[in-house]
């Protein structure tokens, strides 16, 4: 694994590096927003990025950094916590977030979990455009599912970090592909997804067989696509 270390704290950075290349990961770092994009970050499996830099907040690169290496695990760390920060950090396409003081055995183990990530052999490949990384794995499971709920735990498990994580990334992903997967939440159970045109069917299949010739048979309609939703 290629651990590319961002922080502008060189004592900091080293001692990372130093623990994080003793474990068998080779691992190098920059201390400037420059430095970073003059290095060979592409190479980088797993990128670990301090956001407040001294010629400016890198956040405002995380979208380049994967346009360019979108294989690449960006883990974020910083001293300035807030929820739209963390919240904005997701969205970017960050997959970790990591408050100072950091501790390198957390990062190691971090990232060899994100590692194990990439190299799950459960889930096939798969494509769907516009999807962050995040947002194609929960997919992924979710369709692997055939139907069946599925918990938080098996996307803690297999895609996202935290909660908070995991329903930003449900939100994103529902209105991403509505025009395709309906996804619902089972409450107590977990979620799970249909296909759209599935769903109109079943709609359809309900006008059909309710009869509408008196209020109460239109009432009985609506209760039942009301259900089918």
């Not at 977030?97 to 990530?117: H, L, N, S």
């Not at 499971?141 to 938080?152: A, D, F, K, Q, W």
């Not at 991403?176 to 309906?182: F, L, S």
């Amino acid at each position: 694994m290629q651990v590319l270390i961002v922080e502008d704290d060189e004592e900091l950075a080293d001692a990372l590096a130093t623990y994080l290349s003793a474990r068998g990961l080779s691992t190098t770092y920059v201390t400037t927003c420059a430095q970073l994009l003059s290095s060979s970050y592409e190479e980088a499996t797993t990128l670990l990025l301090d956001l407040y830099l001294p010629d400016g907040d890198a956040i405002e690169l995380i979208p380049k950094l994967l346009t360019t290496a979108p294989a690449c695990k960006i883990i974020v760390m910083t001293g300035r916590d807030s929820l739209p920060r963390r919240l904005r950090i997701f969205r970017e396409g960050a997959v970790d977030y990591i408050q100072k003081p950091v501790f390198p055995a957390e990062i190691y183990e971090r990232i060899v979990r994100f590692e194990r990530y990439t190299q799950h052999d459960r889930l096939p490949s798969f494509f769907y455009p516009g999807l962050s990384r995040e947002e194609t794995s929960v997919l992924q499971i979710l369709l692997h599912s055939e139907g069946s709920p599925v918990s938080s735990d098996v996307f803690l498990e297999e895609a996202v970090h935290s909660k908070s994580a995991l329903y930003t990334v449900l939100s994103r992903l529902k209105a991403k592909v509505e025009a395709t997967y309906i996804i619902t939440c089972a409450y107590g159970r977990g979620w799970y997804i249909r296909k759209r045109v599935e769903a109109t069917m079943q709609s359809k299949t309900v006008n059909q067989c309710v009869p509408k010739n008196s209020e109460q048979n239109r009432g009985r309609h609506r209760r039942l696509c009301e259900k089918l939703r």
